[in-house]
């Protein structure tokens, strides 16, 4: 697995407070988290010398129309708080601050944010997809979006033409670049970049291919057209459909990370329209950490700050806003170095998927898939699935669904993406799209190698597990998806406070441990055992042996193709032992038996058994796999 | 919150909005300067340089089997610009008030006393003409005096055919309550999905065929509410500007706007501001499940979440709808529309 650089400004680690902050002595901290659709606020207190979650509350995120203030969502939802506490938090539009001897007001206010939008960075030059695989995992733990848009000459010399279907010949023989194929490929570019739309763009390359400086010096001329374009529309209204911050005379940011010696050239085509910040040449992995840092600048910059009623926001505390991602990779790294295990964590939310990895020796593997939830983002999810075709979104309903029915809902969800799902029908749909926004994430990082990661943990947070009816919902969607190997426990995060815990530990890293141990992390759903190897359908999987602690014995055999789940409660543990059938492995090799060295814990589920195989393989047969995936969701309750 | 007024109808209220006919590379020549009051039918800019609609529009106008009148009107410029617009043309200012910027690009913004619908849904760009009920009673469209280039209210749901009709009558605008997905894909030719999320508005609507939509209510086949109908019957015969412009992501939702009289403007001015809170007395909308569309006052709010049919539990409301029945309903489904 590949390692991210990590760092960022209110953004460490675990047990970095800021500066000016008194966390040793905050009897209370607020905390805001201001989603695409949604704004959480937690009240955390001193309860018996422990920090506990005292009260939480929710309300719609305001930063579109007809707020356009950021403050006014937290606000409704701190308002919530109040009526739950009997507390007075906030006064004038500001919040309370320290807390007061009546118990009214908080010490500590802190905010992540992800309502914000991702930042959009063109990828610009001699983009090979080499250079674009790492300029895209550069930025992979940030909300950033790239697009690759080679320069013409580059195309030209260095990717073979796809030929028209019926064309003669071989089908990937270069056609010849003619003058008109080039001005269609400017004309191509300079649409795509009206449609983007870029926040800033990413220049990359060397000068010693075919293109030679062509490349770079084409990336500069259509920042230029761009910019001109962009800047002719200046003083644009929102009722005419664009967006004010949009239109601006501006300079766009260009991250320079082409060959070293074009840098003053590139400035000085690019003078008075781009701000040109060189970095070090992208070639390799080794370059990542300068290219995320100056694109979580900007992010910072040209996108948080720019979230209406900011500056509001920002006067209520004196730590920085940080964005979610980062908030929850900080929590991630500390569970698994405190713990000494692989986690994994995932949060489906209304226009991102994020996954995360972290394992006990310091990987750490973010994969933030801007642009894709279950909100907001369901269309950008839709259109995905749609171009690799739409089965992949029916494959996981045990009922027959048409293309109309799903773009209904599609729709439904971009319009009024609040909306929660009424009859069981929508809930399965709803709980289909997490489903391949968490796989599309997790094919987003080929780069990474995750069939590597065996997580020993897997902690799920976002309204759609929270909201789940069942938690064995919950649990299937994540097996479905992940495809754990070996033995794994699942948490459920029911409170959506962990994303928000990294930014605490900031501040209070005391407060960020203990509420995540009394309160966040509560919901464990149980353990799973995984078996893997050739798994063959109806014959024995593996036999579990249980022993409980009361001296109750169990033995319970899997079959093939099937997953159960064995009682074992919240406050139970039990040895667990494994035998498997001769060509499955449970960890030790095909056929060998394993013992737990440790007794396993319950869950609100229990032990859960998912003898399905790996990789997890569904009937072709759309009548067998209703019946399949019907008998799972039986299996597990769900 | 669909609804960025706060609510789908708003009887009074000030806004500003920038005349502008549309497309990426258009340039006009304002025809007014900043301070100037002007009226709905008033040519405020004149098109120097058309946008990427010229081409199409042309193309779309090829094929119409519209009436010379209509056409020659449009010609004339009664105010369908985003659609019909071309080199030379003037615009109308489609609202009456006061000029208060010109922009870069050569657009006017007019600020005005007007009220304001909001749709749910919808395509097209800006365009400013005479609002038209059509009235069902009044057997065919042909027996109704539709003015050339008005923007016709159809009170229940629309089809693919009102619209191909539509297409071929010269009419600038509709608005009607909802439409099937599968109709108005048809009509517009085009993935809704990636319309509705697209981030670049004016690039999406260059492609559309030159009549302006506003769905009140959305996809489906719901039935336009009482009071959105008895608003836009009580101003038919007004000019008033229609976009039909919706970006899930640049919070762009469709509008009509509709200039008060000038008594009303200056002698019964009582903005109202619009509070999305949900709260006891409220009356909302519903937007999703089996009820939805279905309007309702809220009367009692549960200190305790419900549960629902599909196993959710959420916090909730009880509606009472105008035929006197109730609804219990999770508050993520309530739009608040008064």
């Known amino acids: 697995m590949s390692t991210q650089p990590y760092r960022g400004e209110g953004q460490g680690p675990v047990g970095a407070p800021s500066a000016g902050i008194h966390s040793a002595s905050a009897n209370s901290i607020l905390v805001a988290d201001c989603g695409t659709v949604f704004t959480k606020v937690s009240l955390l207190g001193l309860v018996e010398g422990q920090y506990r979650l005292m009260a939480c509350g929710e309300a719609p ?15 409704q939802a701190i308002n919530e708080i109040e009526f739950i506490t009997g507390r007075h938090l906030v006064s004038d539009g500001h919040v309370l601050s320290p807390e007061q001897p009546n118990g009214d007001g908080v010490d500590v206010f802190v905010a992540t944010i992800s309502a914000g939008g991702p930042i959009r960075l063109v990828v610009l030059g001699a983009v090979s997809p080499a250079l674009d695989a790492l300029a895209k995992q550069a930025v992979s733990g940030l909300y950033a979006e790239t697009y690759a848009l080679p320069a013409p000459s580059y195309v030209a010399t260095a990717m073979p033409v796809p030929q028209p279907v019926g064309a003669g010949g071989p089908s990937n023989a270069p056609r010849p670049w003619t003058s008109e194929r080039a001005a269609f490929e400017w004309e191509r570019q300079l649409e795509r970049m009206r449609e983007l739309q870029p926040h800033a763009a990413l220049i990359v390359g060397m000068a010693d291919g075919p293109a030679g400086p062509n490349a770079l010096q084409e990336a500069c001329q259509l920042l230029v057209r761009t910019e001109r374009e962009l800047n002719e529309r200046h003083s644009a209204s929102v009722s005419a459909g664009v967006a004010l911050h949009d239109v601006a005379v501006r300079q766009l940011p260009v991250i320079y990370a082409g060959a070293p010696q074009y840098v003053e050239a590139v400035r000085r085509m690019l003078q008075g329209l781009a701000e040109v910040a060189p970095v070090e040449t992208l070639v390799s992995q080794a370059q990542l950490g300068p290219i995320n840092l100056a694109t979580n600048t900007l992010y910072e910059r040209d996108v948080i700050q720019h979230i209406p009623g900011y500056d509001r926001l920002r006067s209520w505390s004196s730590s920085l806003p940080v964005a979610t991602a980062a908030s929850l990779s900080s929590l991630v790294r500390f569970l698994s170095q405190h713990y000494s295990m692989n986690v994994t964590a995932v949060d489906v939310g209304g226009a991102t998927t994020t996954v995360l ?22 269309g950008a999810l839709f259109q995905q699935a749609q ?14 669904v048409t293309e109309d029915e799903l773009r209904q809902y599609v729709l439904n969800r971009m319009l009024h993406p609040q909306v929660i799902p009424m009859s069981t029908r929508d809930l399965r749909i709803g709980h289909a799209f997490a489903r391949e926004a968490i796989n599309l994430t997790l094919e987003s990082a080929a780069y990474t190698n995750l069939a590597q990661f065996r997580p020993d943990l897997i902690v799920a947070t976002g309204s759609i597990f929270a909201h789940a009816p069942q938690y064995s919902q919950a649990v299937l969607l994540l097996l479905d998806t992940l495809q754990p190997q070996g033995v794994t426990s699942i948490v459920l995060d029911r409170t959506m406070l962990i994303s928000q815990l990294g930014a605490v530990a900031t501040i209070s890293p005391v407060a960020a441990v203990q509420v995540n141990e009394n309160d966040a992390v509560t919901h464990r759903l149980g353990t799973c055992v995984v078996p893997f190897g050739e798994v063959r359908q109806d014959q024995l999987a593996v036999r579990i042996g249980l022993e409980y602690r009361d001296g109750r014995q169990a033995t319970v055999d899997v079959m093939g193709g099937t997953i159960k789940v064995i009682p074992l409660s919240f406050n139970e543990q039990a040895a667990l032992t494994l035998t498997p059938g001769p060509t499955v492995d449970v960890g030790l090799g095909p056929g060998e038996r394993a013992r737990a060295a440790e007794e396993i814990d319950g869950g609100l589920i ?20 209703h019946t399949r995936l019907a008998q799972w969701l039986q299996a597990v309750g769900a | 919150m669909t609804y960025p007024f706060g609510w789908s109808v708003v009887t009074q209220t000030l806004v500003r909005r920038e005349r502008w006919p549309g497309g990426l590379k258009a340039k006009g020549i304002p025809l007014v300067y900043p301070g100037q009051e002007v009226q709905p039918d008033q040519p405020v800019i004149r098109i120097e340089r058309a946008g990427l609609a010229e081409e199409k529009v042309s193309a779309a106008r090829s094929s119409l089997s519209a009436s010379p009148a209509s056409v020659a009107a449009m010609d004339n410029g009664t105010g369908n610009s985003s659609n019909g617009v071309r080199s030379g043309e003037t615009i109308l200012a489609g609202l009456c008030g006061r000029v208060v910027d010109i922009t870069r690009r050569g657009g006017v913004v007019i600020e005005s006393r007007a009220a304001v619908v ?26 109704q005096s539709i003015p050339p280039g008005a923007i016709l209210v159809i009170p229940g749901p629309l089809n693919l055919a009102m619209l191909r009709q539509v297409m071929s009558s010269g009419i600038s605008g509709v608005i009607a309550s909802s439409i099937s997905s599968r109709d108005l894909e048809g009509f517009l030719r085009t993935d809704l999905v990636q319309l509705v999320g697209s981030r670049n508005v004016e690039l999406a609507q260059a492609h559309l065929p030159p009549v302006t939509l506003l769905l009140t209510e959305g996809l489906g086949t719901l039935a336009m509410p009482a009071r959105t109908m008895r608003l836009l019957g009580q101003y038919q015969g007004s000019i008033a500007l229609l976009s039909g412009a919706t970006s899930v992501h640049q919070a762009i939702f469709p509008e009509l706007v509709i200039s008060l009289p000038i008594k009303e403007a200056q002698e019964h001015w009582h903005p109202v501001h619009p509070d999305p809170v949900l709260a006891v007395g409220a009356q909302v909308r519903v937007c999703g499940g089996e009820y939805e569309g279905a309007i309702g006052e809220i009367n009692h709010l549960f200190t305790h979440k419900q549960v629902f049919t599909s196993g959710i539990r959420a916090r909730a409301a009880r509606l009472r709808l105008e035929d006197g029945s109730t609804l219990v309903i999770p508050m993520a489904l309530m739009e608040r529309v008064g």
């Open chain 2, 118 to 143: 909001q749709g749910a849904i919808g395509a097209g760009g800006q365009v400013a003409g005479v609002l038209t009920v059509w009235q069902a009673s009044g057997g065919t469209r042909g027996q």
């Open chain 1, 387 to 400: 171009q690799a075709g739409l089965q992949r979104l029916a494959r996981w309903l045990p009922f027959e």
């Open chain 1, 357 to 378: 990895m972290a394992g006990e020796k310091g990987e750490f593997a973010p994969i933030v898939n801007s642009g894709v939830g279950v909100g907001p983002g369901i």
């Open chain 1, 61 to 75: 995120t305001t930063v579109a129309a007809p707020y356009e203030d950021i403050t006014r969502g937290i606000t």
């Open chain 1, 606 to 625: 229990g032990l859960i058994i998912d003898a399905r195989g790996r990789p997890l393989s569904l009937p072709t047969n759309e009548a067998e796999r």
